[in-house]
T-cell receptor, first 119, second 111 residues
Framework: GAVVSQHPSWVICKSGTSVKIECRSL??????MFWYRQFPKQSLMLMAT?????????EQGVEKDKFLINHASLTLSTLTVTSAHPEDSSFYIC???????????????FGNGTRLTVT | LAKTTQPISMDSYEGQEVNITCSHN???????ITWYQQFPSQGPRFIIQ???TKVTNEVASLFIPADRKSSTLSLPRVSLSDTAVYYC????????????FGRGTSLIVHP
């Protein structure tokens, strides 16, 4: 259980275009999802927290007008990279918290990531 | 936010036990300790979670001392497929949870 599906797994786009990445929780409802960006040989950097039905909360230094996040349902969050540039090329990963089973903390469940290459 | 510190890298050989320690000196009372494994070009995968003492599952054990200021992930009899980056996260899922990753530990298992 607790499967997170991310699509597409990789995408190549031209500079100036926009790219949408989808993150779905397949077997649970996720009121909160998180979006990360990861550059080669580096750790995951949290970009924003996506809350169902409300505006996303962006981390310091992340441009909210460039990285549009929409969490319209309890199973889907999307990240749109607008007017992409080569420096936006990176590995984008989403995660969601599944409801806890019993008196335990809920771990994060991650999608398999999206490799974005902007040419 | 409880900051975590781990060794940047570790090397081991097939069949050995590997212990990776994470320091989290300012862990909060409600925080849990969770470890994730990440292979290249994949999202992290949950390994194990604990609050105190010892937790064991089919793939790993997690040792947490009484003061909870550190934790140790123990991988028994590693194989080549255990070569990955391992991250420890500290926090409690809830309204204000901001899951922030540290640098992680790159484990390389040699034949």
């Amino acid at each position: 259980g607790a499967v997170v599906s991310q699509h597409p797994s990789w995408v190549i786009c031209k500079s100036g275009t926009s790219v949408k990445i989808e993150c779905r929780s397949l077997d649970f409802q996720a009121t909160t999802m998180f979006w990360y960006r990861q550059f080669p040989k580096q750790s995951l950097m949290l970009m924003a927290t996506s809350n169902e039905g409300s505006k996303a909360t962006y981390e310091q230094g992340v441009e909210k007008d460039k990285f549009l996040i929409n969490h319209a349902s309890l199973t889907l969050s999307t990240l749109t990279v607008t007017s992409a540039h080569p420096e936006d090329s990176s590995f984008y990963i989403c995660s969601a918290i599944a409801p806890a089973r019993g008196p335990t903390n809920s771990p994060l469940h991650f999608g398999n990531g999206t490799r974005l290459t902007v040419t | 936010l409880a900051k975590t510190t781990q060794p940047i890298s570790m090397d081991s050989y097939e069949g050995q036990e590997v212990n990776i320690t994470c320091s989290h000196n300012n862990i909060a009372t409600n925080d849990y300790i969770t470890w994730y494994q990440q292979f290249p070009s994949q999202g992290p995968r949950f390994i194990i979670q604990g609050y105190k003492t010892k937790v064991t599952n089919e793939v790993a054990s997690l040792f947490i001392p009484a003061d909870r200021k550190s934790s140790t992930l123990s991988l028994p009899r590693v194989s080549l497929s255990d070569t990955a980056v391992y991250y420890c996260l500290v926090g409690a899922s809830g309204g204000s949870y901001i899951p922030t990753f540290g640098r992680g530990t790159s484990l390389i298992v040699h034949p």
